[in-house]
């Protein structure tokens, strides 16, 4: 009996850290804004410096690569930075490259829409250690 209560536990330590790895990079879950979903996230963990940011659209399980984006992140020191998403052409992801100057909490808003239409908005926040 021990050694099934063993298994288990490392059965599921394993699968927790594999899960914790997997989502320790993302800054917005998935979550829906008039019907789009958005999910924000790095490709590497969050650093001081240079950080590429990757987020997808999707519009009722469609992906959108027709979207004007812009992330506007409030740094701790309380600057302003502003970034237009560059659009890479597939599955909905637009990258942006965000320089983080400071550690600390940042918060940002992230504006999107269609060439014509309503412009929807996320805010939010990240740590960078």
């Not at 594999?18 to 829906?32: F, K, L, R, T």
């Not at 597939?90 to 965000?98: E, L």
């Amino acid at each position: 009996m021990k050694a099934v209560q063993k298994v288990l536990l490392g059965l599921g330590l394993f699968i927790g850290s594999a899960y914790a790895q997997d989502v320790s990079n993302v800054i917005h879950s998935p979550g829906y804004i008039k019907d789009y979903s958005v999910n924000i996230k790095s490709d590497e963990h969050l650093k001081q410096g240079i950080n590429q940011i990757t987020i997808k659209f999707t519009h009722d399980g469609h992906t959108h690569n027709d979207l004007k984006s812009k992330l506007t992140v409030y740094a701790p020191d309380n600057t302003t930075l502003s970034y237009e998403g560059e659009n890479t052409k597939t599955n909905g992801k637009y990258q942006y490259n965000v320089n983080l100057k400071d550690k600390g909490t940042y918060t940002y808003v992230l504006t999107f829409s269609h060439k014509v239409g309503v412009t929807k908005s996320k805010r939010g926040s990240f740590i960078v250690n």
